[in-house]
């Protein structure tokens, strides 16, 4: 049993989006809608002359304390043993509970035009069969065959560090507790388990 | 800090919310005129009847937003969910309202001859529930009224809603929307005895009114003076005229002067009735309003 979670380095991300390719062409997220599993926010920050420019890469940050969960009345979104959240699609029924529930935006709503589409594309070797609320699923179905999420194995600064929190040999268990790392809106108390490393 | 408009629900979860409420209310408010102070059987049984068809009507808007709503059924399974307990709440209302409302339909000679076929075993026994149907009803209506607050309080990062003062006021609003219902029915019937009805009524929904309006305050006393969304929220909704004019002034305050208008003044005399029948209108209106202007100034704060 491994607890899943991942480190963002912000000092590193150039904002290349290369991570939202990777993921989008990866899980068959629908693009042409734009909406997407993970997105690179650009902001700036401060006022001039003393502006920054912050490049902030978000995805479902897998909450201890999951808000998205709670709000389910399907039991649609489950947890695993190794603590990655994810969406039963079959059992879905779209009512969007968890959208509202989620403080982190990482879900959005795989429509009946959204299947359509990527049947077209994509032809029988679809992986979005019904209509249902989409979010990240830390590639779980990657995790098994050993490999690392997408959008960690592209990101080309690694700014992505990924792995088991609980094993204090892992790179990501490292930073993560490095003291150098915080997690999003802790105040809510969700406890995501994605961190991040501010520029 | 970022502050985006949700767009997750909109007027078809508003309509939902404010059938909700006004369904649920009205039972629970015809119910205990009924046991406790008498009521008209006719305009009872109208009332309950419509109070059914405005949680159907409810329910068909709630799937028609759903992404699959032929498969409903499964949102009985996280009793950690307040749509699980909305689906309970509703349910066993269906339940409760039909036991009570088939004895009322004898009232009406058309419907005889359907209730006859009914079997007289099975007539007695829900004459025989009839008090409990109408107090378990009346406690289900209540629950749903509030459940439609509860539903988007659990939202945390929208702050506006996140607040035990938004059920609080949709309970409010929502029974002042049933009372205003059932002051509607009793002013268009031609029946002594419903008319007489509407005295307690007007009362009520002007006692209503007032609370509405305290728990208001809070709500934008709250929402004001913290640095989050919800301020921002707050603010768009002074920004919004239809939110102010529609809501606020024509569907609170001046029905609350016509109601007083016609508990001091016009002493419950028949030529307070079209005006009765204007500002339970405005109730009504307003209290859509409500809802769906709540909804709209739902903004996500997101920590980027
Ligand atoms: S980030 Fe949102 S979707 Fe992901 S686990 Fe937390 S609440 Fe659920
Ligand atoms: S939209 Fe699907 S996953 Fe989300 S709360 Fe409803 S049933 Fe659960």
């Known amino acids: 049993m491994a607890r899943y979670g991942m480190v963002i380095d912000m000092r590193t991300c150039v904002g290349c989006q290369a991570c939202m390719a990777a993921c989008t062409t990866e899980n068959q997220t629908p693009f042409w809608s734009d909406k997407f599993r993970t997105h690179v926010e650009d902001k700036e920050k401060g006022t001039y002359p003393d502006v920054h420019r912050i490049l902030l890469p978000r995805l479902c940050m897998h909450c201890e304390n999951t808000p998205c969960l709670s709000a389910c009345p399907t039991g649609a979104t489950y947890k695993t043993r190794d603590g990655i959240v994810l969406v039963n699609y079959d059992r879905c029924i779209g009512c969007y509970a968890c959208c509202i529930a989620c403080p982190y935006d990482a879900r959005y709503p795989y429509e009946s035009d959204d299947v359509t589409r990527e049947k077209e594309l994509y032809g029988k070797n679809v992986t979005h069969e019904v209509p249902h609320v989409d979010k990240c699923t830390f590639c779980e179905h990657r995790i098994a065959e050993h490999r690392e999420p997408a959008c960690v194995s592209t990101c080309p600064t690694q700014t992505r560090i990924f792995g088991d929190l609980d094993d204090p040999s892992s790179a990501v268990h490292k930073l993560a507790t490095s003291g150098k790392a915080t997690a999003l809106n802790q105040g809510l108390g969700t406890s995501p388990k994605v961190f991040y490393i501010p520029s | ?304």
């Not at chain 2, 502050?3 to 919310?17: E, K, M, R, S």
């Not at chain 2, 030529?271 to 307003?286: D, E, I, P, Q």
Request: aromatic content about 16%.
């Open chain 2, 1 to 304: 800090m970022t502050f985006v408009h949700q767009h997750v629900w909109g007027w078809q979860i508003a309509t939902y919310l404010f059938l909700g409420g006004l369904g649920g209310a009205t039972f629970s408010i015809s119910a205990i005129l009924h046991l406790f102070e008498g009521c008209d059987r006719k305009m009872l049984s109208v009332a309950v009847l419509s109070s059914i068809g405005f949680l159907v009507l409810g329910t068909v808007f709630l799937l028609a937003d759903m992404l699959q709503p032929l498969k409903a059924a499964y949102a009985l399974t996280n009793p950690n969910s307040w749509i699980f307990w909305g689906v309970v709440f509703i349910n066993f209302y269906f339940l409760a309202a039909i036991v009570y409302v088939i004895p009322l339909l004898e009232e009406w000679p058309k419907l005889l001859p359907i209730i006859k076929k009914i079997p007289t075993g099975i007539l007695s026994l829900l004459e025989r529930f009839n008090r409990l149907a109408a107090l378990g009803g009346s406690a289900a209506g209540f629950l749903i009224t509030i459940y439609t607050g509860l539903l988007i309080s659990a939202a945390p990062a929208i702050s506006f809603w996140n607040t035990p003062a938004l059920p609080l006021l949709f309970v409010f609003s929502g029974f002042s929307t049933g009372a205003a219902y059932l002051l509607l029915l009793s002013t268009i019937s031609k029946k002594e005895g419903a008319w007489k009805i509407s005295e307690k009524l007007e009362q009520l929904d002007a006692i209503l009114i007032v609370s509405e309006l305290i728990v208001l305050g809070a709500y934008f006393n709250f929402a004001l003076f913290l640095p989050t969304g919800a301020r921002e929220s707050a603010e768009y909704l002074f920004h919004s005229p239809l939110f102010i004019i529609g809501f606020f002034i024509a569907g609170l305050l001046i029905p609350l002067a016509i109601e007083t208008y016609g508990i001091f003044f016009a002493a419950h005399s028949t030529k307070s009735k079209s005006l009765l029948a204007f500002a339970s209108a405005l109730v009504l209106v307003g209290g859509y309003l409500l809802r769906f202007y709540v909804l709209n100034a739902g903004l996500y704060q997101y920590p980027w």
